[in-house]
């Protein structure tokens, strides 16, 4: 069955949505984080954010496997990888200036500590082998590496996908091997000591970015609408919650979870391991809020045209630039919270930071209109779906 020719609009709100979620909840100290995507179930933005790069690379990239063939589609894949690794260098460069910022306020330390950017702040010319290689341990410097090697892996398996089953069939049995044997791909050994697997292993977090590709290009192997299944994924998503709740009254001394079932569901949100391998549970919660975007979605589909949803549709179709801009802005805003406490500061520190991103995301769209030729028109673009290079 032929992909589709453009980009969904309903790819891209989803996806905006999830940047501006990632953008909130890295803020230390940020109130809203506690009403985001995170708080209601066991799984996060970053879940929507890996399934989502499924869909938008079949509509990428498949067109061009069946027009073109396997090498140029895996070409512009790997291109697309080189802007990645430049992206996440860059990345680098401005959470160092970020570390050098925080170091003048009282509170700056315990904000890099926070979000894990206090190894940035003995960086030396002999790390740079480590970076280079995604050996470098720091955060928000782990999202991007797994990305290029998901995108690889997903170049190598493209011919696969004119036989879904097959595919699908492959990647769950890989994540239940990670899952079963402990499996990892361990970092390059180019920069010196020992290489240390990647933070997100990517072994597990294929089957996300799998499930999407197999969803877009072959519709027939998507659930039929069916009330047993609206049933299923509200039954899912009520006991993700309740498993948040638990998780939060456990922490804080309020409830002892004594089932050994309950213990390994509240690992998915209490082990940070959990996320690292994508816990089962997570991976069920998040296709469960899948399915139900999916079965709402002639309710808000007249929406998505209007003039609300651009600015988070805009985003979506930027989401590279944009996601390193709300990564650069999370660490300023911690420290902004941190001098500048209140509901006041809260509100502006969070629309700030998104009066930013979707700057950005409304500069990054001219910039690619001027490269094609055309008109500069970011509002345009963001109102109706186009065909992009996945990101």
């Known amino acids: 069955m032929a992909v ?24 230390p100290g940020n109130w ?10 066991v799984c996060d933005a970053f879940e929507l ?18 027009t073109q063939g396997w090498p140029a589609a895996a070409g512009k894949i ?7 690794y430049a992206a996440n ?11 050098a910022i925080l170091a ?21 010319i002999g790390d740079i082998g480590l970076l280079l290689t995604f050996n470098y341990s720091a955060g928000l410097l782990d999202i991007l590496p797994l990305y290029i090697l998901l995108f690889l892996g997903f170049a190598a398996v493209l011919p696969l996908i004119g036989f879904p089953r097959t595919l699908l069939t492959l990647s769950v049995g890989l994540y239940a091997a990670t899952r079963a044997l402990d499996l990892h791909i361990p970092g390059m050994p180019l920069g010196g000591g020992a290489a240390q697997p990647f933070f997100f292993n990517p072994l597990a977090w294929q089957v996300l970015m799998v499930i999407g590709a197999v969803l877009a290009t072959t519709p027939d192997m998507r659930p039929k609408p069916h009330l047993a299944w609206d049933i299923a994924a509200v039954i899912v998503l009520l006991t993700a919650f309740a498993v948040q ?9 309020y409830f002892d979870a004594a089932s050994p079932a309950l213990v390994w569901m509240q690992s998915a949100v209490a082990v940070e391991n959990a996320k690292i391998g994508l816990h089962p549970i997570r991976l069920v919660n998040i296709l469960a809020w899948a399915w139900l975007a999916f079965r709402l979605a002639p309710g808000y589909e007249k929406w998505l045209a209007g003039p609300l949803a651009r600015p988070l549709i805009l985003c979506g179709r930027q989401s590279l630039p944009v996601f390193c801009a709300g990564a650069v802005l999370a660490p300023l805003g911690g420290v902004w919270l941190a001098e500048v406490p209140g509901p006041a500061s809260q509100a502006a520190c969070n629309l700030t930071g998104v009066f930013i991103m979707m700057s950005v995301a409304a500069l990054a769209a001219s910039r690619r209109a001027r490269r094609r030729g055309l008109a500069p028109n970011p509002g345009a673009d963001a109102a109706a779906p186009a065909s992009t290079a996945a990101t």
């Open 4 to 27: 589709a020719k453009v980009r969904n609009a309903y790819i891209d709100f989803f996806r905006g949505l999830a940047l501006w979620w990632i953008f909130i909840d890295h803020i």
């Open 32 to 41: 809203l984080s506690k009403i985001t995507f995170s708080r209601f179930g």
């Open 49 to 66: 954010f890996v399934l989502l790069a499924g869909f938008s690379a079949s509509y990428a990239y498949v067109p061009v496997l069946r």
């Open 78 to 84: 790997l291109r697309r990888c080189g802007t990645i």
């Open 89 to 99: 260098l860059a990345l680098f460069a401005f959470l160092w200036v970020d570390v």
């Open 104 to 124: 003048g306020f009282a509170g700056g330390q315990s904000v890099s500590d926070r979000i894990g950017l206090d190894s940035l702040g003995t960086f030396s």
């Open 245 to 253: 709740v638990s998780t939060y009254l456990s922490r804080h001394g």
